[in-house]
C-alpha cells in the first residue's frame, strides 16, 4: 500500500481521487453527529485513530512504487462503522504523506481508496457477516480485521496493475504479478493484525465496556457464567 508521491500517471491520481471524495464527506457527516450526540466517544475515536496511524507506519519494502503494512482500518470500522473510519483514514494517510513521506499527495486519493474505504468497509462486512452467523465476538474480530487488510492490498494491487499493465498479458497479467508479490508479505501481516486487533478489543471489554454495548459490539445483556466459574468464586 502507500502508493508512492508521483507514481501513478495523473489521469488515475486524479480518477482515484474523484472516487474516494464522496466517501470521505460521507464520513465526515458521520463523524460529527457522532461527535456531537456522543462526547464520550471521542477518546476512543482518538484511539482508533492513533491505531490506525501506528499500524500502517510500519514499513516493510514490497514491489517498487509501493509498500507492505499492516493498515489498523479493522478496528476503528468495528467500533464507529466504515464512514467514520474513511475520515480517521484520510487524516492518517494525510499526515503520513507529509511528516513520514509514506505515500504521497497525489496518490492521497488512490491510497485512501484502497485503506481508508475499501479495507474498512470489507472488514466491516466480514464482521458483521461473521456475527450474524453465531461467530464468538473475538473470532468476528479476527476475522474482520485479517479482511480489511489484506482487501487493501487487493485494492492496491488492482490500482497499479491498472496504471501500468504488462506489455504481453495485459491488466489481468499485471495484476497476477503484483498480487502474487504483495500476498507474500500481506497474508501474514493480515494474520498478525487480526491477533492485534483481538488483543486490543479484548482490553476494551474490559476498560470500554459501556462504550462497547453503546456502540453495539457487546450485547447490553452480560453473558451468564458458567456453573463451574460461580462455585469457584
Given amino acids: 500500500m502507500h502508493i508512492a508521491e508521483g507514481y501513478l500517471p495523473p489521469v488515475?491520481?486524479?480518477?482515484?481521487?474523484?472516487?474516494?471524495?464522496?466517501?470521505?464527506?460521507?464520513?465526515?457527516?458521520?463523524?460529527t453527529r457522532e461527535v456531537r450526540a456522543n462526547p464520550e466517544s471521542t477518546l476512543l475515536l482518538g484511539a482508533s485513530g492513533a491505531f490506525t496511524f501506528v499500524l500502517s507506519a510500519l514499513k516493510l519494502p514490497s514491489v517498487t512504487g509501493s509498500c507492505s503494512h499492516p493498515t489498523g482500518t479493522g478496528l476503528g470500522a468495528i467500533l464507529f462503522r466504515p464512514p467514520i473510519m474513511a475520515v480517521l483514514g484520510t487524516i492518517t494517510l494525510l499526515?503520513?504523506?507529509l511528516l513520514l513521506a509514506h505515500g504521497g499527495l497525489t496518490t492521497l486519493g488512490a491510497n485512501v481508496f484502497s485503506m481508508a474505504i475499501v479495507g474498512p468497509?470489507?472488514?466491516?462486512?466480514?464482521?458483521?457477516?461473521?456475527?450474524?452467523?453465531?461467530?464468538?465476538?473475538?473470532?468476528?474480530v479476527f476475522l474482520g480485521a485479517f479482511v480489511a487488510d489484506l482487501s487493501t492490498y487487493c485494492v492496491t494491487s488492482v490500482q497499479l496493475a491498472l496504471?501500468?499493465?504488462?506489455?504481453?498479458?495485459?491488466?489481468?497479467?499485471?495484476?497476477?504479478?503484483?498480487?502474487?508479490?504483495?500476498?507474500?508479505?500481506?497474508?501474514p501481516l493480515a494474520v498478525s493484525e487480526?491477533?492485534?486487533?483481538?488483543?486490543v478489543m479484548r482490553l476494551l471489554t474490559q476498560s470500554s465496556k459501556g462504550d462497547l454495548i453503546r456502540l453495539g459490539v457487546l450485547s447490553r445483556k452480560a453473558p451468564e457464567r458458567p456453573a463451574e466459574e460461580v462455585t469457584a468464586a
Fill in 12 to 31: 488515475h491520481a486524479a480518477a482515484w481521487g474523484v472516487a474516494a471524495a464522496p466517501f470521505v464527506v460521507h464520513g465526515a457527516r458521520a463523524l
Fill in 163 to 187: 496504471a501500468f499493465p504488462d506489455q504481453g498479458s495485459g491488466v489481468l497479467g499485471a495484476l497476477a504479478k503484483f498480487g502474487s508479490i504483495f500476498a507474500v508479505t500481506q497474508i
Fill in 121 to 140: 468497509w470489507a472488514g466491516y462486512g466480514t464482521y458483521l457477516l461473521a456475527r450474524r452467523s453465531g461467530a464468538p465476538l473475538m473470532v468476528a
Fill in 95 to 97: 499526515f503520513q504523506a
Fill in 194 to 199: 487480526g491477533l492485534l486487533t483481538v488483543l
